[in-house]
């Protein structure tokens, strides 16, 4: 990995870290979280990985799988599910926030 490359993960992080505590602080991460709970009940999410949690015990067996190994396997397959369209509604009202503060 070159140097310009470290640079500008590290300055990706760096930018990551910022806006999370600007949306940390200003309490805006908690309303995005409670607004992308309720469009994930909207649109039956949570069936839809349950369905997904039923399928990999049956897979894998019951007696062979853990907690913590259904947790691993289901967190890609969970985020997966969430639709586009939430997801880019949600950046939209980042960016629109962050734009708003940046123009005070």
């Known amino acids: 990995m070159g140097r310009h490359r470290r640079n500008r993960e590290k300055d990706i992080d760096e930018a990551e870290q910022n806006i ?7 309490g805006k991460k908690e309303e995005l979280r409670e607004k992308l709970v309720k469009k994930l009940e909207e649109i039956g ?3 839809q990985v349950k369905l997904v949690c039923r399928d ?9 799988i853990s907690v913590e190994d259904l947790v691993q396997e289901m967190g ?8 586009d369209s939430v997801r880019m509604e949600l950046l939209k009202e980042v960016r629109d926030y962050l734009e708003q503060r940046a123009d005070d």
Request: charged share 35%.
């Open 45 to 47: 999410w949570k069936d």
């Open 56 to 64: 990999v015990v049956k897979e894998k067996g019951l007696d062979k």
């Open 20 to 26: 999370n505590q600007i949306l940390s602080e200003s």
């Open 76 to 83: 890609p397959k969970g985020s997966q599910l969430v639709p």
